[in-house]
């Protein structure tokens, strides 16, 4: 999918009293002075992009594309742009340099650098990821049996780096006889995998090295195979490969190859470790088929064939399936079914369909089934014992995060959840599910003075203008005034059925802590108020998205959360289409957008399946080359949308490796922007030329681009600090 996960993308010199120092102002006076729009009005040149002929014909439309050479990643004229693109953001941003750098070193000084995970246990060692101050990348280890016998280092991820620009591991698996790791490595941010085998009783490694993989594996029960995927030249996984440690890989041999060019495949372990599973997927339907992991040779049976729009999970427990399953189940129910008669005329219902609820997960234990769902847009524990009455774990806060974590261990009666809001820093729990005792293990530790007894969150509920009513989440510092003169983010994006919950984000501080309101608008397109939600927001009712945002917006400045000149507007790759689409259809809404490795070329996009991961979401926009979808996606889809019209100040991040959204799309955006858009605000696109879709690796660089995102917005609201003011 385009989505980052979203969006994953917000993945210093510690000033001890930095959240003091910059506490929220006061926003009395609504004037607004920003060096940056002042920089863009000098008649600064700005770079231009050659435009070369090239028309594009379907259904008797031609579109005219001038800037579609920019797809060319090895053609040195693209290079040369994409440099230039970078020198003009440089060069206007080169004023608010010196706070960019305070922002950057006050974002990090609230990362606690020696910090190391909550171990969990799985198959007799403690398994811990940590870091040490001033390193970029993780360290992975093992403890035997208990948490004070000696620390066995698998992977120092900061040696494995040194000679790269990127560097990013995956996909780690140990042997079930705990003797051998298997990880993949990504070295140019493509998401394209090279496995590699180390031994972990000699800690040498050994000569079995397969490229091009997903960089997941699975091991059977033998201790000596172990399956993975391939991908094709699309990026789709589309093949199963079974290699046996010590062949040559020459020699591995295919185990199922996923033709239909709609569908993903990939395989994974049941949490009983009795079966291998694998999975093919698509927007629509998913098919399983099953081998008993102690029997890596046999054959995999299948478990029930893909019907379209028939989804559902398979999960294994002592003689039975449990199926989350949409069989005549708009927001999925639960079904069991006898582990040898899998087909769904089989299967039983457990639980019901709910019209308000959504089900969203299942997780097994021995004695116990937990259940994630869904309702009014916030998350549930539903803990089911075997023998017993069921209940749901009770949580403080009126907006929140709650979510299964790491439990591996199928046979405890402790689950372990993570849990926070948007005022409350990620926190894990151990939770007894029969005494119903918990315990904080760990609570994620903000440096810098963090109290959120500072801060306030809301969850209110905006009617747009076809009567819906959509949630949204908003966060500010207890000194704000909700007076209609505080700058305010709006972040969005609404697709995939993808649920943006009301997160703690430590970067957000910097925003907070000057006065900004923070707000999430939970639109169409996503699954934060179940399943018809995310209908009702693709395919042929897309544009559901759009409008709520923006009445989203106009609902902040009517409620005085915004004041309407510092209205702003942020969204990244699917949320990136969002804020090209809403960038037409209300321009004077913004008083500034940052759309961060954005999908706007969506005609474009779709009609080429030589593009990573097009054939697949074909269920999620539409397939152009059907007229009546085609017509819809040209209403909307951002770069054919733009017009010769005031646009109001931009920053457009992409990463000239992206694997997911083409740093093309975001380029020959930009592109047709500058020569077409009527006023002198800054257009800024930022390539990073080294990253790919998630943007740079390790924990630190990436804070680099956040400051200077917020620069750019903290620039446009007036709120640069006034001695770092260039």
């Not at 002075?33 to 770079?47: C, D, K, R, V």
């Not at 195979?225 to 062949?247: A, C, M, P, Q």
């Not at 709609?262 to 093919?280: C, D, E, M, P, R």
């Not at 959509?470 to 704000?480: L, N």
Request: glycine share 6%; proline share 4%; with cysteine.
């Amino acid at each position: 999918m385009k989505l980052i996960h979203l969006f994953g993308y917000c993945i210093l010199i510690v000033i001890g009293l930095v959240l003091t120092q910059c506490q929220t102002q006061s926003a009395a006076d609504t004037s607004v002075s920003s060096p940056l729009l002042h920089m863009a009005e000098q008649n600064i040149t700005a770079p231009t992009a050659t435009k070369k002929p090239k028309e594009l014909t379907i259904h008797g439309d031609t579109r005219q594309d001038p800037y579609y050479w920019l797809n060319e990643r090895e053609n040195p004229e693209v290079t040369d742009y994409l440099t230039a693109e970078n020198q003009y953001t440089d060069t206007l941003m080169s004023h608010a340099k010196a706070f960019e750098d305070k922002l950057y070193n006050e974002l990090i000084g609230r990362i606690k650098q020696t910090d190391m995970s909550v171990p969990y246990k799985d198959n007799g060692y403690f398994y811990i990821t940590r870091y040490e101050e001033g390193q970029e990348y993780p360290i992975h280890s093992r403890k035997k049996d208990n948490l004070q016998a000696a620390e066995e280092i698998m992977l120092n991820v900061n040696e494995l780096a040194k000679s790269y620009d990127y560097y990013s591991v995956a996909g780690r698996s140990v042997s079930p006889d705990n003797k051998m790791l298997v990880y993949g490595e990504d070295t140019l941010s493509r998401r394209i995998y090279t496995l590699r085998i180390k031994d972990l009783v000699t800690g040498t490694m050994l000569p079995d090295v397969i490229p091009n993989t997903s960089g997941n594996t699975v091991w059977a029960a033998d201790n000596l195979t172990f399956f993975y995927t391939t991908k094709d030249s699309t990026l789709r996984e589309n093949k199963i490969w079974k290699h046996k440690v010590g062949t040559p890989v020459k020699q591995d041999q295919l185990i199922y190859e996923e033709k239909d060019e709609t569908f993903g495949t990939g395989i994974y372990k049941t949490k009983s470790k009795k079966y291998l599973v694998i999975a093919s997927y698509s927007t629509l339907s998913q098919e399983y088929q099953y081998l008993d992991a102690s029997t890596p040779d046999g054959a995999f049976t299948m478990f029930q064939s893909r019907r379209r729009k028939l989804e559902y999970g398979i999960e294994h427990y002592n003689g039975s399936w449990y199926v989350r399953t949409n069989k005549d189940a708009l927001n999925f129910r639960l079904m069991k079914t006898p582990e040898n008669q899998t087909t769904e005329d089989h299967w039983v219902e457990v639980i019901p369909n709910r019209a308000d609820v959504l089900l969203e997960g299942v997780e097994v234990f021995k004695d116990y089934l937990v259940l994630s769902e869904r309702k009014a847009g916030l998350t549930q524990l539903r803990v089911m014992p075997f023998h017993g009455e069921d209940y749901y774990i009770q949580f403080d806060d009126a907006a929140y995060v709650a979510s299964v974590s790491i439990n591996p261990d199928f046979n405890s009666g402790v689950l372990r959840y993570n849990y926070q809001s948007m005022t409350t820093p990620n926190t894990t729990y151990d939770y007894d599910m029969k005494s119903k005792d918990r315990v904080m293990l760990k609570q994620q530790e903000v440096l810098g003075g963090f109290n959120s007894a500072d801060y306030r969150s809301q969850r209110v509920m905006a009617k747009v203008r076809d009567g819906v009513e959509v949630p949204i989440s908003i966060v500010y510092h207890k000194d704000t005034k909700l007076d209609g003169t505080s700058p305010c983010l709006l972040y969005g994006y609404g697709s995939y059925g993808y649920s943006m919950d009301p997160h703690f984000s430590s970067t957000n501080l910097s925003l907070l802590n000057r006065g900004f309101v923070y707000a999430i608008a939970h639109i169409r397109g996503g699954e934060e108020m179940g399943r018809q939600w995310y209908e009702d927001g693709k395919l042929l009712k897309k544009q559901n998205t759009f409008n709520d945002f923006i009445d989203c917006g106009h609902y902040l400045i009517d409620h005085q959360y915004s004041d309407p000149k510092r209205l702003f507007a942020m969204g990244g790759s699917a949320g990136g289409l969002l804020m090209g689409a809403v960038l037409n259809m209300a321009p004077e809404l913004w008083a500034g957008v940052i759309a961060a490795v954005p999908f706007v070329d969506v005609v474009t996009t779709m009609l080429d399946e030589s593009i990573p991961l097009t054939t697949g979401e074909f269920d999620e926009w539409g397939n152009p080359k059907e007229k009546e979808s085609y017509d819809y996606m040209m209403t909307y889809s951002p770069y054919d949308n733009v017009e010769a019209k005031n646009y109001p100040p931009i920053l457009v991040t992409t990463g000239l490796h992206d694997s997911q959204v083409q740093y093309f799309e975001p380029a020959k955006w930009v592109a047709k922007l500058r020569a077409m858009k009527t006023d002198k605000n800054p257009l800024l696109l930022k390539t990073n030329m080294e990253a790919g879709h998630g943007g740079a690796s390790g924990r630190f660089k990436a804070y680099k681009e956040t400051a200077t995102e917020y620069t750019f917005l903290l620039d446009l609201a007036g709120k640069i600090d006034p001695d770092l003011k260039g």
